[in-house]
Antibody
Framework: QVQLQESGPGLVRPSETLSLTCTVS?????????WAWIRQPPGKGLEWIGS???????YYNPSLKSRVTISVDTSKSQFSLKLTSVTAADTAFYYC?????????????????WGQGTLVTVSS | IVMTQSPVTLSVSPGERATLSCRAS??????LAWYQQKPGQAPRLLIY???TRATGIPARFSGSGSGTEFTLTISSLQSEDFAVYYC??????????FGQGTKVEIK
């Protein structure tokens, strides 16, 4: 059973960089790694931030692309999110997630596995 | 692609049927997922491919539609079904986009 756990600072100062890590357990394959970050401002809806694939390819939400970097460290079973120049609008619950796999086929974009989420507040 | 859900809030009595709608601003084929989210929890995948229930999802949840119009039906609401429901398209990206959510509350 795939499990994901976010970690990182809960408070970030405006204009600084938000850094989060997602640790994955219960999953050993390196050939079909597809990982994503999704966020949700308190009381609001969900926003897809971006994804990284086993090939190293990354895909970002155009609204955040200039500020986002997603990377993976397969040796540590972790992937990370960096968001630069944060403002109060970046205050949100941040989730890491993985698409569901059906009969060995990854259903891209259908996120069947989620971390519990971590609240990051941007404030001075 | 903009995803629009209706209604914003749905008041339903336990045991009744709930019908939630999701409309895409352009065709997403059948690449549509539904999620349930309860307070303080991460979203839970209910439906993918517009109509396929995810593992462990009760049969009272069903999805239908293709192209731009989609529906999530909960045939007989149980107490644990009162939550917020989101649709999400994964046909055209980036980005994958979510609807704004429908809150199903107790009438």
């Amino acid at each position: 059973q795939v499990q994901l756990q976010e970690s990182g600072p809960g408070l970030v100062r405006p204009s600084e960089t938000l850094s989060l890590t997602c640790t994955v357990s219960g999953y050993s394959s390196s050939s079909d790694n597809y990982w994503a970050w999704i966020r949700q401002p308190p009381g609001k809806g969900l926003e897809w931030i971006g994804s990284i694939y086993h090939s190293g390819s990354t895909y970002y939400n155009p609204s955040l692309k200039s500020r986002v970097t997603i990377s993976v460290d397969t040796s540590k079973s972790q992937f990370s999110l960096k968001l630069t120049s944060v403002t109060a609008a970046d205050t949100a619950f941040y989730y890491c997630a993985r698409p569901v796999t059906i009969f060995g086929v990854v259903v891209m974009g259908a996120y069947g596995y989620w971390g519990q989420g971590t609240l990051v507040t941007v404030s001075s | 692609i903009v995803m629009t859900q209706s209604p914003v809030t749905l008041s339903v009595s336990p045991g009744e049927r709930a019908t939630l709608s999701c409309r895409a601003s352009q065709s997403v084929s059948s690449n549509l997922a539904w999620y349930q989210q309860k307070p303080g929890q991460a979203p839970r995948l209910l439906i993918y491919g517009a109509s396929t229930r995810a593992t462990g999802i009760p049969a009272r949840f069903s999805g239908s539609g293709s192209g731009t119009e989609f529906t999530l039906t909960i045939s007989s609401l149980q107490s644990e079904d009162f939550a917020v429901y989101y649709c999400q398209q994964y046909n055209n990206w980036p980005p994958w986009t979510f609807g704004q959510g429908t809150k199903v509350e107790i009438k």
